[in-house]
């Protein structure tokens, strides 16, 4: 969570932020962040979602997972990468979907890597620090 949530608690601005900008309205936005729901639970065990994004030059579509930690390890971080590179392809028609992770992130890499992605580019930000950029031709 460190690399993803700048490692600290949100000030109760950014996450009304986060919330208002980065989750989506209803089922039928494109973009923006959704709950991950366990079927056997029935509690929430992260979030997942496409956001739009310009790297190199070039405007696209990224998706992004947030996992709480007592879930790591299960696969559920491949299932849910699988999820999106699949729905880009066969619902949004798209000839290539990005994620990007903390160098720092190595299981988050390894997950990227079984899906086939490869890392085009190293980027920092002000925002979310240093991060590869991955990507994955449909």
Do not use: H
Not at 41 to 49: A, F, P, R
Not at 59 to 69: A, M, P, S, V
């Amino acid at each position: 969570m460190k690399s993803t949530l700048k490692g600290r608690v949100f000030t109760e601005d950014e996450f009304n932020k986060l919330l208002n900008e980065e989750f989506s309205d209803s089922k039928n936005d494109i973009s923006g962040f959704k709950c991950i729901i366990s079927k056997l639970t029935d509690t929430v065990i992260g979030v997942s979602g496409l956001l739009e994004c310009e790297y190199l030059n070039s405007k696209g579509f990224e998706f992004g997972f947030i996992l709480n930690d007592n879930q790591w390890g299960k696969g559920l971080a491949t299932e849910i990468g699988q999820f999106w590179l699949d729905y880009a392809k066969s619902e949004l028609n798209l000839a290539e979907l990005f994620a990007t992770v903390s160098p720092d992130n190595k299981a988050s890499q390894r997950v990227l890597e079984k899906l086939n992605m490869e890392c085009i580019a190293k980027v920092s930000s002000i925002d979310r620090g240093e991060r590869l950029i991955m990507r994955k031709k449909l």
